[in-house]
């Protein structure tokens, strides 16, 4: 599947996200994959307990389209009403085409 064809999948079948900088100023308005990364995924990312049940610290998966690097200080991402900070962000290549971006995302606590 080459990018053309894997941005289709997204637009259709993806949510609406905007890309903001530091300075909150919207970058990019286009469609992501965004998975709850759950304990099935064998993912301790820091989840306390509390008293009132586990805290998971909301860590979600993110596929999104090549041409925006999450990997940029600053950026966040703004799924609906909720907010998102990126914890680590990759490039993923088909041959040297660059075919999506894989991210850890964490939602931000306003």
Known sequence: MHTNAF??????YGRAVTLTNAAG???ADY???LQPLRYKNKLYL??????IGYNSQGHYLYLGPP?????????SLLFGTEHYRVER??????ADEPLYVWAIIRRKVL
Request: net charge negative; charged share 20%.
């Open 67 to 75: 041409q925006f690097d999450l990997q940029e200080d600053g950026l």
């Open 25 to 27: 100023e919207t970058l």
């Open 46 to 51: 820091y989840g306390v307990h509390t008293e």
């Open 31 to 33: 469609h992501a994959l």
């Open 7 to 12: 941005e289709s999948v997204l637009q259709q």
């Open 89 to 94: 962000a990759e490039s993923v290549y088909l």
